[in-house]
């Protein structure tokens, strides 16, 4: 049998992504995830030029290589050869909507190889004539509905082609999300990528739940390109709208799964050794719920996700992943006494010193591990303020009817939170409904993941990670 070449081909270029430093002359990188500091020989480090480097010869794709797997450098998209649009079949799992599916099916165009599942639809003689007013399009019809990862398995059994899209019936396309998207399986290491997901405007407008939706959407993973995997900063990639190869992803999405089927498929291809990209140029738009009860409804459903991702990835679930000494730092915060901010202090700087015993071969080793260890002790506070106001949330209210220390900590944690994503997402939205959004937004994902707990009599989902490494 041939051992497939997963190499870079020659031309692939990178381009360091924006939170790594350069330091030491350019022989050392700081950042990826989780955050390291990456040394190069001389040689390797003239390889890289204005952050950015291309493949020509073993040196610069050994290198190159190395920079994707740690999470610091993205392709440039100009650098990767198109991909011919034939060689990728649409899969549509359907359950009723027949006029977003109507636009759906314009907006892919014509020519496209297209099948439709139908998840037993209620009303599924209108979707057969959407099907039947496209031209090309193959439609399958279940017979028992068993949920999108079902449909879309039973679509993947009849595509003879290279690659697999697998959409939505409401979402939009861009005219080029598709071809953006193509180009990333140059590197032959990607098994899956995903645009970015937008909210999709109407004749209707958007309330104030739509923009608040608009700018911080559980959809939108941003505005920069990223390689996806767990704990990292974009961990996963919603089922909305993906591009795989179809060699890569065996049987496709766990059909048992009716939540979270799309976390638990992205997290198997890592595991697995495969890359995901997350491409913010390609873009695609989604229907976002305005009614405040449909809206919290998706909420929750997210986070009823929780507890079967646990059972299928427990390392990776976790609310937040903590080193010993970050916790330390938290504990003395929360205490609130005089003595909580130089004991917060004496921890971090003890901390430091002990990661500069290990930066020997950085020219300037105490100032690199000071910018770690504030870099840690940032991420610590914001993942606290999470876990207070998100995944905890029920437990922290409970607890601050009889302590002063945590009801201070949870309303503080409330306003920092929602001032730091409101300057982060400058949404078209006041500041006070959007942070009443923000907590509704964290009261909802956190109810879901407290009753997919408790059915699951398990409190794993809740539970940080903390990490010694």
């Known amino acids: 049998m041939t051992v497939p070449d997963l190499s870079l081909p020659d031309g692939f270029g990178l381009r360091l992504g924006r939170r790594v430093r350069v330091t030491d002359g350019g022989r050392a990188l700081i950042g990826g995830s989780p955050t390291r500091v990456l040394y190069l020989s001389a040689e390797a480090s003239r390889l890289v030029v204005d952050r950015q480097i291309r493949v020509t010869n073993a040196a610069s794709r050994t290198v190159a290589d190395r920079l994707l797997e740690a999470g610091m450098a993205d392709p440039v998209l100009a650098s990767l050869p198109p991909v011919d649009q034939s060689e990728v079949t649409f899969v549509v799992p359907v359950y009723g909507r027949p006029a ?20 037993v639809s209620p009303d599924r003689p209108a979707i057969e004539a959407i099907v039947r007013a496209h031209t090309g399009v193959r439609y399958l019809a279940l017979s028992v509905n068993g949920g999108p990862a079902a449909a879309r398995n039973e679509g993947l059994r009849h595509v003879t082609t290279p690659y697999v899209a697998f959409v939505d019936s409401d979402i939009v396309l861009d005219a080029d999300a598709t071809s953006i998207l193509l180009r990333h399986f140059a590197d032959p290491r990607v098994a899956l990528a995903a645009p970015r997901v937008l909210g999709l405007r109407d004749d209707r407008g958007l309330n104030w739940i739509g923009r608040y939706e608009e700018s911080r959407s559980s959809l939108d993973l941003g505005i920069h390109p990223a390689t996806v995997r767990p704990r990292s900063p974009v961990s996963w990639v919603p089922g909305a709208f993906l591009i795989a190869r179809v060699d890569a992803i065996g049987s496709g999405f766990s059909a048992e799964m009716r939540e979270g089927e799309d976390v638990d498929f992205v997290w198997r291809l890592a595991e697995n050794g495969w890359r995901i990209r997350f491409e913010p140029a390609a873009r695609v738009w989604h229907e976002h719920r305005q009614g405040v009860g449909d ?3 998706r909420k929750a459903f997210y986070g009823s996700s929780a507890h079967p991702l646990s059972v299928r990835h427990p390392h990776d679930i976790a609310p937040a992943v903590l080193p010993p000494w970050s916790v330390g730092v938290l504990a003395a915060l929360l205490a609130q006494r005089r003595w909580s901010v130089p004991v917060a202090v004496a921890i971090s700087v003890c901390t430091a010193v002990r990661v500069a015993a290990k930066l020997g071969r950085s020219e300037r080793p105490y100032r690199v591990a000071a910018t770690l260890t504030a870099t840690g002790v940032t991420a610590a506070l914001v993942q606290a303020m999470a876990l207070l106001v998100r995944h905890w949330w029920p437990l922290a209210v409970v607890v601050s009817i009889f302590s002063t220390r945590i009801r201070r900590a949870l309303v503080l944690s409330s306003v920092v939170d929602a001032a730091l994503e409101y300057r982060r997402t400058r949404p078209d939205l006041d500041p006070a409904r959007f942070a009443l959004a923000r907590r509704l937004d964290d009261l909802a994902y956190g109810s879901g993941v407290w009753f997919s707990a408790i059915r699951g009599r398990s409190i794993r989902a809740l539970l940080p990670d903390f990490r010694r490494r």
Not at 100 to 119: C, F, P, Q
């Open 100 to 119: 977003a599916l109507d636009r759906l099916l314009t907006s892919i165009g014509e020519g496209r190889s297209v099948i439709v599942v139908d998840d």
């Open 295 to 297: 809206w919290l409804g």
